[in-house]
């Protein structure tokens, strides 16, 4: 019996196809996974491991926790952190076998001084962290320890905002500076730059959203993607209320006639946003239904008055499935994949399938 009131199901095979659709994408590219946030909320260990056993030997991360958690022994894996060394010690990166990516010149002195492996953002037109195209010191071409150069594309979910031929033009500015070096590893494309046009995919992509399911509107992506997670809340009450009762919190939902409801065992605090009170729906097989009231923290209500299962307390229904993709939910909630699947709280309970 599965005691967690909320599960995430993980689809490890979707997971690996979706990873091999950017492998495919061009011969020898290689794809460097994003596994930040705990791998966008489906569990970075996991992740990390279950792409190391598909030959996967580059990884990106956000900060040094996120690396040091990873507990990589392995010298012939890469990770790399993309929020730099900020004011860590350089310590911290090579006993852990981490490698920084350095977002400013006074970082780039300090890995130069330490000799060590690093990686650099280039900032070439959005405006966070790195160090902008156009100030790039001398220093940084001499160096032999210097494993990429990336920087990150500020629209490439907009196929046809021409900001991204720009901020390439920009990339290659620097590529050709590097003229002489042929042992780095230049990169500038998450998932939907990778699709942009092979001219973004350079030597090296850093897929995030893509690999685990999602497209942010991308027709190519949606197209060729599979669908990897599936959350599903359990009903934890069943009962019937009369006409004119209400439903949750601040009387945002009254019944006009008598209703039967079922309470999910889930809510704001497990990633359900507030936003769908009385807007969202959940799905059981072929039917779904609304969400009622207002939704809390630990709970959300919905109507099952017309329902044609034999609903009943452990009972599962979906929040997002294959059919109800986490671009579905997201429209739903007016945001975007990314934040839908990151928010995912930590009582969800993580299953590999």
Known sequence: MIKNSFILKVNKKNLITNYKFFKNLRKNIIVAPTIKANAYGLGDKEIFNLLKKNGCKNFFVATLEEGIGLNNKNKNINIFVLNGIQNYSLKSFSNNNLIPIINTNLELSKVLKNNIRFGAHIDTGINRLGINFKSLPQSIFKSNKILVVMSHLSSADEKKNNYNNKQK?????????????????????????????????????????GLYGGNNKNYFLRKNLKPVITLSGKIIQIKSINKNEYVGYNQTFKSKSKIKIAIVGVGYADGIPRLLSNKGFVFYKESKFKIIGRISMDSFTIDISNCKHNLKVGTFVDIINDKHNIEYFAKTCNTISNEIITSIGSRVKRIYV
């Open 169 to 209: 033009n920009n990339f290659i500015k620097v590529i050709n500076k590097f003229y002489y070096k042929n042992n780095i590893l230049f990169s500038l494309s998450n998932s939907n730059g990778a699709v942009l046009s092979k001219s973004y995919l350079f030597d090296l992509i850093r897929p995030g959203i």
